[in-house]
Protein backbone atom coordinates (compact mmCIF):
# COMPACT_ATOMS: atom_id res chain seq x y z
CA UNK A 1 0.00 0.00 0.00
CA UNK A 2 1.61 3.44 -1.02
CA UNK A 3 0.40 6.92 0.94
CA UNK A 4 0.68 8.58 -2.86
CA UNK A 5 -2.28 9.07 -4.90
CA UNK A 6 -2.33 9.09 -8.47
CA UNK A 7 -1.49 12.48 -9.25
CA UNK A 8 1.61 12.57 -7.36
CA UNK A 9 0.76 14.74 -4.16
CA UNK A 10 0.24 13.68 -1.24
CA UNK A 11 -1.00 15.52 2.22
CA UNK A 12 1.72 13.78 5.09
CA UNK A 13 3.44 11.18 5.09
CA UNK A 14 3.16 7.18 6.27
CA UNK A 15 6.51 6.05 5.39
CA UNK A 16 9.59 5.92 8.16
CA UNK A 17 11.73 8.96 7.77
CA UNK A 18 15.02 9.40 6.73
CA UNK A 19 17.52 12.35 7.54
CA UNK A 20 19.96 13.91 4.51
CA UNK A 21 23.32 14.73 4.98
CA UNK A 22 24.13 18.20 6.40
CA UNK A 23 25.70 19.67 3.40
CA UNK A 24 27.95 22.12 5.37
CA UNK A 25 31.27 21.72 3.55
CA UNK A 26 29.57 23.33 0.51
CA UNK A 27 29.56 26.60 -0.47
CA UNK A 28 25.98 26.57 -1.25
CA UNK A 29 24.93 26.53 2.75
CA UNK A 30 26.52 29.47 3.75
CA UNK A 31 24.64 31.72 0.77
CA UNK A 32 22.68 34.36 2.37
CA UNK A 33 20.17 34.31 -0.24
CA UNK A 34 19.42 31.20 -0.24
CA UNK A 35 18.81 30.96 3.49
CA UNK A 36 16.23 33.48 3.42
CA UNK A 37 14.54 31.58 0.59
CA UNK A 38 14.77 28.56 2.08
CA UNK A 39 13.40 29.93 5.10
CA UNK A 40 10.35 31.62 3.37
CA UNK A 41 9.34 28.26 2.29
CA UNK A 42 9.72 26.08 5.48
CA UNK A 43 7.90 29.15 7.23
CA UNK A 44 4.89 28.97 4.95
CA UNK A 45 4.55 25.11 4.92
CA UNK A 46 4.78 25.60 8.86
CA UNK A 47 2.36 28.43 8.81
CA UNK A 48 -0.35 26.17 7.04
CA UNK A 49 0.17 23.01 9.63
CA UNK A 50 0.94 24.37 13.03
CA UNK A 51 1.22 21.29 14.50
CA UNK A 52 4.41 22.15 16.64
CA UNK A 53 2.81 24.83 18.09
CA UNK A 54 3.41 23.69 21.81
CA UNK A 55 7.12 22.22 21.40
CA UNK A 56 8.80 25.20 21.90
CA UNK A 57 9.25 28.78 21.49
CA UNK A 58 10.72 29.24 18.11
CA UNK A 59 6.83 27.83 16.43
CA UNK A 60 4.78 30.05 18.39
CA UNK A 61 7.31 33.37 17.80
CA UNK A 62 6.43 32.63 14.13
CA UNK A 63 3.03 32.19 13.93
CA UNK A 64 2.50 35.24 16.46
CA UNK A 65 4.30 37.56 13.70
CA UNK A 66 2.57 35.94 10.95
CA UNK A 67 -1.14 36.71 13.07
CA UNK A 68 0.26 40.16 13.75
CA UNK A 69 0.68 40.84 10.37
CA UNK A 70 -1.87 43.15 8.49
CA UNK A 71 -1.96 40.30 6.01
CA UNK A 72 -1.97 37.96 8.21
CA UNK A 73 0.42 36.01 5.98
CA UNK A 74 4.29 35.47 6.21
CA UNK A 75 4.54 37.74 3.39
CA UNK A 76 3.94 40.41 5.84
CA UNK A 77 6.46 39.43 8.37
CA UNK A 78 9.59 41.82 9.05
CA UNK A 79 12.74 39.18 8.01
CA UNK A 80 14.50 40.23 11.66
CA UNK A 81 11.87 37.92 12.96
CA UNK A 82 13.39 34.66 11.12
CA UNK A 83 16.05 35.21 13.39
CA UNK A 84 13.78 35.09 16.62
CA UNK A 85 12.96 32.04 15.38
CA UNK A 86 15.78 30.71 14.78
CA UNK A 87 17.15 31.93 18.00
CA UNK A 88 14.49 29.96 19.50
CA UNK A 89 15.47 26.68 18.25
CA UNK A 90 17.75 24.85 20.11
CA UNK A 91 17.78 21.87 18.38
CA UNK A 92 15.83 19.44 20.20
CA UNK A 93 14.98 17.73 17.44
CA UNK A 94 11.41 16.42 18.32
CA UNK A 95 9.64 18.31 15.73
CA UNK A 96 11.37 16.35 12.89
CA UNK A 97 11.12 13.11 15.12
CA UNK A 98 7.33 12.84 16.57
CA UNK A 99 5.28 16.33 15.04
CA UNK A 100 6.47 17.06 11.07
CA UNK A 101 4.16 15.24 8.79
CA UNK A 102 6.66 16.82 5.84
CA UNK A 103 10.00 15.47 6.95
CA UNK A 104 11.86 13.39 3.83
CA UNK A 105 10.68 11.29 1.71
CA UNK A 106 8.11 13.50 1.87
CA UNK A 107 8.94 15.72 -1.49
CA UNK A 108 8.24 19.09 1.03
CA UNK A 109 11.39 17.98 2.97
CA UNK A 110 10.86 20.09 5.81
CA UNK A 111 13.95 19.45 8.14
CA UNK A 112 13.45 22.20 10.88
CA UNK A 113 16.24 21.31 13.25
CA UNK A 114 18.90 21.43 10.14
CA UNK A 115 17.48 24.34 8.73
CA UNK A 116 17.74 26.27 12.10
CA UNK A 117 21.46 24.96 12.14
CA UNK A 118 22.13 26.18 9.00
CA UNK A 119 21.19 29.75 9.67
CA UNK A 120 23.35 29.69 12.75
CA UNK A 121 26.36 28.31 11.05
CA UNK A 122 25.83 30.83 8.68
CA UNK A 123 25.72 33.75 10.98
CA UNK A 124 28.58 32.47 12.75
CA UNK A 125 30.41 31.83 9.68
CA UNK A 126 30.42 35.48 8.85
CA UNK A 127 30.11 37.11 12.17
CA UNK A 128 31.57 34.41 14.61
CA UNK A 129 30.20 33.44 17.75
CA UNK A 130 29.41 36.29 20.81
CA UNK A 131 31.80 36.07 23.62
CA UNK A 132 28.72 34.55 25.85
CA UNK A 133 28.32 32.05 23.47
CA UNK A 134 32.11 31.23 23.07
CA UNK A 135 32.35 31.31 27.01
CA UNK A 136 28.99 29.09 27.64
CA UNK A 137 30.19 26.56 24.79
CA UNK A 138 33.49 26.02 25.54
CA UNK A 139 32.95 23.20 28.10
CA UNK A 140 36.32 21.94 28.22
CA UNK A 141 38.36 25.74 28.56
CA UNK A 142 36.03 26.26 31.59
CA UNK A 143 36.01 23.00 32.98
CA UNK A 144 39.44 22.67 33.21
CA UNK A 145 39.94 26.06 34.77
CA UNK A 146 37.02 25.99 37.44
CA UNK A 147 38.87 22.72 38.51
CA UNK A 148 41.90 24.30 39.59
CA UNK A 149 42.03 23.81 43.50
CA UNK A 150 41.20 27.44 45.12
CA UNK A 151 40.00 28.54 42.08
CA UNK A 152 37.62 26.06 42.02
CA UNK A 153 36.47 26.98 45.77
CA UNK A 154 36.12 30.54 44.17
CA UNK A 155 33.76 29.99 41.46
CA UNK A 156 31.11 27.90 43.09
CA UNK A 157 31.08 30.37 45.86
CA UNK A 158 30.63 33.29 43.51
CA UNK A 159 28.06 30.86 41.33
CA UNK A 160 26.30 30.90 44.72
CA UNK A 161 26.14 33.95 45.79
CA UNK A 162 23.68 37.11 44.72
CA UNK A 163 26.75 39.08 43.85
CA UNK A 164 28.38 36.63 41.53
CA UNK A 165 24.89 35.92 39.74
CA UNK A 166 24.28 39.67 39.25
CA UNK A 167 27.73 40.16 37.59
CA UNK A 168 27.15 36.98 35.63
CA UNK A 169 24.32 38.33 34.37
CA UNK A 170 26.06 41.72 33.32
CA UNK A 171 29.13 40.37 31.31
CA UNK A 172 27.39 37.55 30.16
CA UNK A 173 23.62 37.91 30.37
CA UNK A 174 23.11 34.46 32.45
CA UNK A 175 19.85 34.80 34.30
CA UNK A 176 20.53 34.63 38.08
CA UNK A 177 17.79 32.56 38.73
CA UNK A 178 19.17 29.75 35.94
CA UNK A 179 20.51 26.76 37.99
CA UNK A 180 24.52 26.52 37.54
CA UNK A 181 26.57 23.28 37.79
CA UNK A 182 29.03 23.37 40.38
CA UNK A 183 32.83 22.55 39.66
CA UNK A 184 34.82 19.59 41.02
CA UNK A 185 38.58 20.10 41.36
CA UNK A 186 38.38 15.85 41.26
CA UNK A 187 37.01 14.75 38.04
CA UNK A 188 35.29 12.03 36.96
CA UNK A 189 38.41 10.32 34.74
CA UNK A 190 40.80 11.27 37.53
CA UNK A 191 38.59 9.39 40.30
CA UNK A 192 38.29 6.54 37.95
CA UNK A 193 41.89 6.40 36.83
CA UNK A 194 43.20 4.50 40.16
CA UNK A 195 40.75 1.55 39.37
CA UNK A 196 40.04 1.26 35.54
CA UNK A 197 42.88 0.99 32.89
CA UNK A 198 43.10 4.03 30.74
CA UNK A 199 42.66 3.65 26.72
CA UNK A 200 44.79 1.65 24.95
CA UNK A 201 46.80 2.74 21.78
CA UNK A 202 45.66 -0.01 19.83
CA UNK A 203 46.83 -0.09 16.08
CA UNK A 204 43.65 0.09 13.81
CA UNK A 205 43.22 -3.85 11.74
CA UNK A 206 45.31 -3.59 8.33
CA UNK A 207 43.09 -1.85 6.03
CA UNK A 208 42.03 -4.12 3.07
CA UNK A 209 41.02 -2.99 -0.27
CA UNK A 210 37.15 -3.51 0.26
CA UNK A 211 33.99 -1.70 0.21
CA UNK A 212 34.17 1.26 3.41
CA UNK A 213 31.15 -0.59 5.14
CA UNK A 214 32.47 -4.14 4.49
CA UNK A 215 35.83 -3.03 6.09
CA UNK A 216 33.62 -1.94 9.41
CA UNK A 217 32.35 -4.77 9.47
CA UNK A 218 35.12 -6.94 8.85
CA UNK A 219 36.46 -5.12 11.94
CA UNK A 220 33.90 -4.97 13.94
CA UNK A 221 34.25 -9.15 13.58
CA UNK A 222 38.01 -9.21 14.44
CA UNK A 223 37.34 -6.40 17.39
CA UNK A 224 34.79 -8.73 18.68
CA UNK A 225 36.75 -11.67 18.86
CA UNK A 226 39.52 -10.31 20.05
CA UNK A 227 37.01 -8.96 23.12
CA UNK A 228 36.05 -12.92 24.06
CA UNK A 229 39.81 -13.65 24.05
CA UNK A 230 40.15 -11.33 26.80
CA UNK A 231 37.38 -12.65 28.53
CA UNK A 232 34.66 -10.24 28.08
CA UNK A 233 31.44 -11.90 28.00
CA UNK A 234 29.93 -11.22 24.26
CA UNK A 235 26.09 -10.86 23.69
CA UNK A 236 24.36 -10.88 21.07
CA UNK A 237 24.70 -6.99 20.37
CA UNK A 238 26.92 -6.28 23.30
CA UNK A 239 30.27 -7.38 23.89
CA UNK A 240 30.93 -6.95 27.05
CA UNK A 241 33.36 -4.44 27.52
CA UNK A 242 32.78 -0.68 27.18
CA UNK A 243 34.77 2.45 26.95
CA UNK A 244 33.15 5.18 28.71
CA UNK A 245 33.43 8.52 27.73
CA UNK A 246 33.16 10.53 30.57
CA UNK A 247 31.36 13.39 28.82
CA UNK A 248 32.84 17.01 29.80
CA UNK A 249 29.37 17.60 32.22
CA UNK A 250 29.93 14.08 33.89
CA UNK A 251 33.78 15.05 33.83
CA UNK A 252 33.90 18.02 35.80
CA UNK A 253 30.67 18.64 37.24
CA UNK A 254 28.69 15.73 38.30
CA UNK A 255 31.42 13.16 38.27
CA UNK A 256 29.21 10.63 40.10
CA UNK A 257 27.25 10.25 37.09
CA UNK A 258 30.45 8.52 35.31
CA UNK A 259 31.00 6.75 39.00
CA UNK A 260 27.68 5.23 38.63
CA UNK A 261 27.80 4.12 35.50
CA UNK A 262 31.28 2.31 36.38
CA UNK A 263 29.74 0.64 39.63
CA UNK A 264 26.52 -0.46 37.88
CA UNK A 265 28.64 -1.59 34.93
CA UNK A 266 31.14 -3.89 36.74
CA UNK A 267 28.34 -4.96 38.92
CA UNK A 268 26.82 -7.07 35.82
CA UNK A 269 30.65 -8.13 34.78
CA UNK A 270 30.95 -5.57 32.04
CA UNK A 271 34.36 -4.09 31.98
CA UNK A 272 34.81 -0.42 31.84
CA UNK A 273 37.62 1.58 30.91
CA UNK A 274 38.62 4.99 30.03
CA UNK A 275 40.11 6.74 26.47
CA UNK A 276 42.75 8.08 26.86
CA UNK A 277 41.96 11.23 25.64
CA UNK A 278 38.26 12.73 25.59
CA UNK A 279 37.12 16.61 24.76
CA UNK A 280 33.72 17.30 24.43
CA UNK A 281 31.40 15.81 21.90
CA UNK A 282 30.58 18.99 19.86
CA UNK A 283 27.39 19.28 20.59
CA UNK A 284 27.42 22.87 22.42
CA UNK A 285 29.26 24.51 19.61
CA UNK A 286 26.63 22.45 16.91
CA UNK A 287 23.78 24.29 18.82
CA UNK A 288 25.74 27.47 18.16
CA UNK A 289 26.64 26.77 14.80
CA UNK A 290 30.06 26.46 14.94
CA UNK A 291 30.93 23.53 12.71
CA UNK A 292 34.66 24.72 12.51
CA UNK A 293 34.43 23.67 16.21
CA UNK A 294 32.79 20.73 16.03
CA UNK A 295 35.36 19.57 13.74
CA UNK A 296 37.94 20.29 15.73
CA UNK A 297 36.43 18.37 18.44
CA UNK A 298 35.92 15.38 16.30
CA UNK A 299 39.79 15.14 15.31
CA UNK A 300 40.48 14.34 19.00
CA UNK A 301 37.87 12.11 19.56
CA UNK A 302 36.68 9.79 16.68
CA UNK A 303 40.45 8.63 16.12
CA UNK A 304 40.80 7.76 20.09
CA UNK A 305 37.09 5.89 20.04
CA UNK A 306 37.44 4.05 16.97
CA UNK A 307 40.83 2.81 18.43
CA UNK A 308 39.16 1.47 21.43
CA UNK A 309 36.44 0.39 19.09
CA UNK A 310 39.00 -1.55 17.34
CA UNK A 311 40.50 -3.19 20.22
CA UNK A 312 36.75 -4.46 20.98
CA UNK A 313 35.10 -1.94 23.21
CA UNK A 314 31.88 -0.76 22.36
CA UNK A 315 31.19 2.86 23.55
CA UNK A 316 28.57 4.48 26.65
CA UNK A 317 28.22 7.75 27.84
CA UNK A 318 26.18 9.48 30.75
CA UNK A 319 24.51 12.31 29.13
CA UNK A 320 22.17 11.63 26.50
CA UNK A 321 23.32 14.97 24.11
CA UNK A 322 26.51 13.46 23.83
CA UNK A 323 25.19 9.93 22.48
CA UNK A 324 23.17 11.47 20.27
CA UNK A 325 26.18 13.85 18.26
CA UNK A 326 28.07 10.05 18.04
CA UNK A 327 25.23 8.58 16.90
CA UNK A 328 23.20 11.13 14.79
CA UNK A 329 24.81 14.40 14.27
CA UNK A 330 28.35 13.68 13.68
CA UNK A 331 27.24 10.51 10.86
CA UNK A 332 25.46 13.70 9.33
CA UNK A 333 28.20 15.74 9.27
CA UNK A 334 30.55 13.29 7.97
CA UNK A 335 28.01 10.20 5.61
CA UNK A 336 31.40 9.27 4.14
CA UNK A 337 33.66 8.95 6.99
CA UNK A 338 34.41 5.19 7.82
CA UNK A 339 35.83 5.92 11.65
CA UNK A 340 32.73 8.13 12.27
CA UNK A 341 30.28 5.84 10.98
CA UNK A 342 31.86 2.73 13.08
CA UNK A 343 32.20 4.27 16.38
CA UNK A 344 28.33 5.42 15.96
CA UNK A 345 27.51 1.92 15.33
CA UNK A 346 29.24 0.80 18.85
CA UNK A 347 27.99 4.30 20.93
CA UNK A 348 25.07 3.19 23.45
CA UNK A 349 22.91 5.26 26.08
CA UNK A 350 23.69 3.18 29.17
CA UNK A 351 20.32 1.88 29.48
CA UNK A 352 20.36 0.74 26.21
CA UNK A 353 23.69 -0.73 26.71
CA UNK A 354 21.90 -2.96 29.86
CA UNK A 355 18.33 -3.80 27.90
CA UNK A 356 20.39 -5.44 25.40
CA UNK A 357 22.38 -7.51 28.37
CA UNK A 358 19.26 -8.55 29.61
CA UNK A 359 17.71 -10.07 26.69
CA UNK A 360 21.04 -12.15 26.14
CA UNK A 361 20.10 -12.79 30.03
CA UNK A 362 23.58 -11.14 31.01
CA UNK A 363 21.92 -8.95 33.20
CA UNK A 364 21.88 -9.31 37.11
CA UNK A 365 18.62 -8.62 38.98
CA UNK A 366 19.49 -9.71 41.95
CA UNK A 367 18.13 -5.98 43.38
CA UNK A 368 18.10 -5.49 47.20
CA UNK A 369 15.70 -2.81 47.40
CA UNK A 370 12.60 -1.54 45.55
CA UNK A 371 12.13 2.37 44.42
CA UNK A 372 8.25 2.96 44.94
CA UNK A 373 7.33 5.59 42.47
CA UNK A 374 9.12 7.31 39.85
CA UNK A 375 7.98 10.40 37.82
CA UNK A 376 10.97 9.95 35.12
CA UNK A 377 11.40 12.72 32.63
CA UNK A 378 12.27 11.68 28.94
CA UNK A 379 14.77 13.94 27.84
CA UNK A 380 14.82 15.37 23.74
CA UNK A 381 17.78 13.95 22.92
CA UNK A 382 16.96 10.39 24.41
CA UNK A 383 13.85 10.61 22.58
CA UNK A 384 15.26 11.04 19.24
CA UNK A 385 17.55 8.35 19.39
CA UNK A 386 14.23 6.27 18.85
CA UNK A 387 15.27 3.17 20.95
CA UNK A 388 12.52 3.28 23.11
CA UNK A 389 11.67 3.52 26.96
CA UNK A 390 15.40 1.73 27.85
CA UNK A 391 15.67 3.80 31.40
CA UNK A 392 12.25 2.32 32.40
CA UNK A 393 12.73 -0.98 30.69
CA UNK A 394 15.56 -1.28 33.37
CA UNK A 395 14.03 -0.24 36.57
CA UNK A 396 10.81 -1.61 35.83
CA UNK A 397 12.77 -5.18 36.34
CA UNK A 398 13.39 -3.62 40.17
CA UNK A 399 10.64 -5.30 42.04
CA UNK A 400 8.49 -2.58 43.93
CA UNK A 401 9.23 0.26 41.45
CA UNK A 402 6.34 1.83 39.09
CA UNK A 403 6.70 5.10 36.64
CA UNK A 404 4.89 7.92 35.56
CA UNK A 405 6.61 8.44 32.36
CA UNK A 406 6.79 12.57 31.40
CA UNK A 407 7.54 13.00 27.70
CA UNK A 408 8.07 16.80 27.46
CA UNK A 409 10.35 19.15 26.82
CA UNK A 410 12.29 20.41 30.08
CA UNK A 411 12.56 23.79 28.89
CA UNK A 412 16.79 23.77 29.51
CA UNK A 413 17.99 23.13 26.06
CA UNK A 414 21.76 23.56 26.34
CA UNK A 415 22.46 26.90 26.85
CA UNK A 416 18.84 28.52 26.12
CA UNK A 417 17.80 28.28 29.68
CA UNK A 418 20.87 29.84 31.00
CA UNK A 419 20.45 33.45 28.89
CA UNK A 420 18.47 36.21 30.69
CA UNK A 421 16.27 36.59 27.58
CA UNK A 422 15.13 32.81 27.53
CA UNK A 423 14.60 32.36 31.01
CA UNK A 424 11.01 33.08 30.82
CA UNK A 425 10.29 30.83 27.58
CA UNK A 426 12.20 27.79 29.47
CA UNK A 427 10.05 27.90 32.26
CA UNK A 428 7.20 28.12 30.38
CA UNK A 429 7.95 25.45 28.57
CA UNK A 430 9.21 23.17 31.18
CA UNK A 431 6.40 24.07 32.84
CA UNK A 432 4.06 20.96 32.17
CA UNK A 433 6.89 18.76 33.35
CA UNK A 434 7.30 20.32 36.55
CA UNK A 435 3.92 20.33 37.79
CA UNK A 436 3.67 16.34 36.25
CA UNK A 437 6.43 15.84 39.13
CA UNK A 438 5.18 17.91 41.35
CA UNK A 439 1.48 16.33 41.31
CA UNK A 440 3.20 12.98 41.08
CA UNK A 441 4.91 13.18 44.52
CA UNK A 442 6.93 10.40 43.62
CA UNK A 443 9.43 8.87 46.11
CA UNK A 444 11.62 10.04 43.02
CA UNK A 445 12.28 11.96 40.32
CA UNK A 446 14.51 11.72 37.46
CA UNK A 447 15.76 12.46 34.42
CA UNK A 448 18.87 11.17 32.42
CA UNK A 449 19.96 14.33 31.44
CA UNK A 450 21.62 15.73 34.75
CA UNK A 451 20.40 18.97 33.35
CA UNK A 452 17.19 18.71 32.87
CA UNK A 453 16.87 17.25 36.31
CA UNK A 454 18.01 20.74 37.34
CA UNK A 455 15.96 22.66 35.51
CA UNK A 456 12.76 20.80 36.70
CA UNK A 457 14.76 21.22 40.17
CA UNK A 458 14.25 24.62 39.39
CA UNK A 459 10.81 24.96 38.65
CA UNK A 460 9.46 22.77 41.25
CA UNK A 461 11.12 25.67 44.03
CA UNK A 462 9.49 28.58 41.80
CA UNK A 463 5.76 26.69 42.09
CA UNK A 464 6.39 24.28 39.47
CA UNK A 465 3.50 25.34 36.24
CA UNK A 466 3.52 28.88 38.28
CA UNK A 467 6.84 29.19 37.45
CA UNK A 468 7.16 32.54 38.33
CA UNK A 469 5.38 32.48 41.78
CA UNK A 470 7.94 32.15 44.75
CA UNK A 471 8.08 28.79 46.22
CA UNK A 472 6.37 28.16 50.29
CA UNK A 473 8.44 29.56 53.21
CA UNK A 474 11.30 27.10 54.18
CA UNK A 475 10.76 25.48 51.41
CA UNK A 476 13.69 22.97 49.99
CA UNK A 477 13.02 21.56 46.17
CA UNK A 478 13.52 18.05 46.38
CA UNK A 479 16.49 16.95 44.16
CA UNK A 480 16.94 14.96 41.17
CA UNK A 481 18.33 11.64 41.55
CA UNK A 482 19.73 10.40 38.13
CA UNK A 483 18.73 6.95 36.92
CA UNK A 484 21.94 5.25 37.03
CA UNK A 485 21.91 6.09 40.57
CA UNK A 486 18.46 4.91 41.14
CA UNK A 487 19.95 1.83 39.64
CA UNK A 488 22.79 1.52 41.64
CA UNK A 489 20.66 1.85 44.94
CA UNK A 490 18.36 -0.91 43.83
CA UNK A 491 21.18 -2.84 43.79
CA UNK A 492 22.67 -2.16 46.98
CA UNK A 493 26.46 -1.19 46.05
Sequence with gaps: MTDTPANGSREGSLQAPIRHPLQWREAAFYDEAALRQELSRVFEICHGCRRCFNLCQAFPTLFDAIDAAGSMELSGVDPQVYWQVVDNCYLCDICYSTKCPYVPPHPWNVDFPHLMLRAKAVRTRSRGPTLRDRVLTSTDVVGRLAGIPVINEAVNAANRS??????????????????LPSYQARSARRRLRSRLR?????????????????????????????GAAAGAQPGAATRGRVALFCTCYGNRNEPELAEDLAAVFEHNGIEVRLPARERCCGMPK?????????????????PELERLVDAGYDVVAPVPSCVLMFKQELPLMYPDDAPVRRVAAHMFDP???????????????????????????????LRVQNIGLKTRDVLRLVPGTSFEIIERCSGHNGTYALKSEYREASMKIGGPVFQKVEDGAGDYYASDCPMAGHQIESGLAQGG?????????????????????????????
Excluded at 162 to 179: F, K, M, W
Aim: charged content about 20%; glycine content about 8%.
Design 351 to 381: FEYLMLRHKSGLLRTDFQRGLGKISYHVPCH
Design 465 to 493: AGAGTAPSAGAAPRAPTHPLKLLRIAYGI
Design 198 to 226: RGVRAPLPAATPVAAATTVAAATTVAAAA
Design 162 to 179: RLGRRLLERTLGVDPRAP
Design 286 to 302: LEIGDLAAVERLKRVNV
